[in-house]
């Protein structure tokens, strides 16, 4: 098969862990038979530096004439004063906005080589974690009307608003509950019904949606209550469905209890098959340009893409077998390094995942 795929390396380590990503494509190319033909574009702080803008319009053209996506990382305090829409993470909005993406899917698995590096004890854990939070990506309080303004009292007001259409749920849902049919089987929807109109829109649509899904479990879980219970018994989730803001949130909470976010991959998708791949950490200013960083999180970002853009469902698991073997060898990057294991570099670590592919 043959397929055409954009490479935003990004800022910070992004070029540093994508290359590693691509090393280990590569190898998979080789071994299925696959032709992965990659197109650079800019994005974030280095589109800015070189065009002025973090999004210039040829990234967008390419991505969408490509099969797929591949993103490092974006930002940098080298363009932190910058205003807020001429900032490297507008290019991130504006590229889920213009690719339609509106679902994010994040993984959060415990890997059971770096159990010890998991902050909850060993009581809650034993029944395991591995849950996938599926955000509506597009909508909500991040891209709803904004307003900041100051009244004649010299009183300064700020607000946003949070806005969902039945449509924009129902898909979301949709997503959430074909995921589960493909894994355990049950689905938690996560809203503030109590207190939220859009909330309860959400709820009313997702029911509808459940109805249609007569083998997969389905509950409502407050957003309040689920930060809870994520640290109390994570292993009763298999699917959390939930809308933008409460998704940030919670993905990243789900993340931290799995241990490091070096690990972590996500995919942003749309109606069709053309998805945003991408680790979920940021572009780690500190560590770039070391050969320090952690590829994983981006090695696993390249399986979801395998998965679930191009539908090579063995090529994925060959990944995803290859850093479960690198870990269980004993190699580990600076983030996840304990005693007894080996310390290598992010090269070495490419390096070692593509010899297991
Ligand atoms: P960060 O994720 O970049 O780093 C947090 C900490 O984790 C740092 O100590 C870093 O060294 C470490 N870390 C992160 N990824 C690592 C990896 N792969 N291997 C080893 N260590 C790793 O978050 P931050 O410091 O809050 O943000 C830095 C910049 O990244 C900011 O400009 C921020 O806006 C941007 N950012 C971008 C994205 C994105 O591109 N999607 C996401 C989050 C943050």
Known sequence: MEKKIAVIKGDGIGPEIVTEALKVLDKVGE?????????????????????????????VDVCLASDSVLLGAVGGPKWDTL????????GLLGIRGALKLFANIRP???IPALKGACPLK??????????????????????????????ENGVKTASDSMAYSDYEVERIARVAFDMARKRRSKVHSVDKANVLDSSRLWREVTHKVAAEYPDVEFSDILVDNTAMQLVHNPAQFDVIVTENLFGDILSDEASMITGSLGMIPSASLGEGTLGLYEPIHGSAPDIAGQNKANPIATILSV??????????????????????????NGYRTGDI???GNKLVSCSEMGDLVAAEI
């Open 31 to 59: 071994k299925y038979g696959h032709k992965f033909e990659y197109t650079d574009v800019l994005m974030g702080g280095c589109a800015i530096d070189v065009t002025g803008e973090p999004l210039p319009k040829e990234t």
């Open 83 to 90: 205003p807020g829409d001429k900032r490297p993470e507008a």
């Open 108 to 110: 959060a698995k415990l």
């Open 122 to 151: 060993e009581e809650i854990t034993e029944n395991g974690l591995d849950l996938v939070i599926v955000r509506e990506l597009i909508g909500g309080a991040y891209f709803g009307k904004r307003d900041t303004h100051v009244d």
């Open 303 to 328: 399986a979801m893409m395998l998965r679930y853009s191009f539908d090579m469902a063995a090529e994925a698991d060959a990944i995803e077998a290859a850093v479960d073997k690198v870990l269980n």
């Open 337 to 339: 390094m304990s005693e």
